[in-house]
């Protein structure tokens, strides 16, 4: 027997990733996305910052931190190799 999938039940996929292959290069995302693509917390997301396995972030406002997509793509496809 098949259970039907309330929509209350799947989480809220943020636009940006599910949009992440078409956006260009120069765009830039977000903490929640970056966490997303990873795989991992956000504490692992910093410490790999700080480690220099995730590219530096780009402060866009006081209390804005994004990174830019290009950076993020290079990044995951030299983890790929």
């Known amino acids: 027997m098949t259970q039907q999938l309330k ?3 799947i989480p809220n ?3 940006a990733l599910v949009n992440f292959d078409s956006m260009p290069d120069s765009a830039y995302i ?3 996305v970056v966490k997303a693509l990873y795989g991992v ?3 692992t997301i910093w410490r790999g ?3 220099g396995a995730i590219p530096k ?6 209390r804005c931190t994004a ?3 290009g950076q993020v793509r290079a990044a995951l ?3 790929a190799v």
């Open 7 to 9: 929509t209350e039940s």
């Open 13 to 15: 996929i943020p636009p």
């Open 30 to 32: 977000r903490l929640n």
């Open 41 to 43: 917390s956000s504490a």
């Open 49 to 51: 910052v700080k480690a």
């Open 57 to 62: 972030p780009s402060k866009l406002s006081e």
């Open 67 to 69: 990174w830019n997509v």
């Open 77 to 79: 496809a030299a983890k």
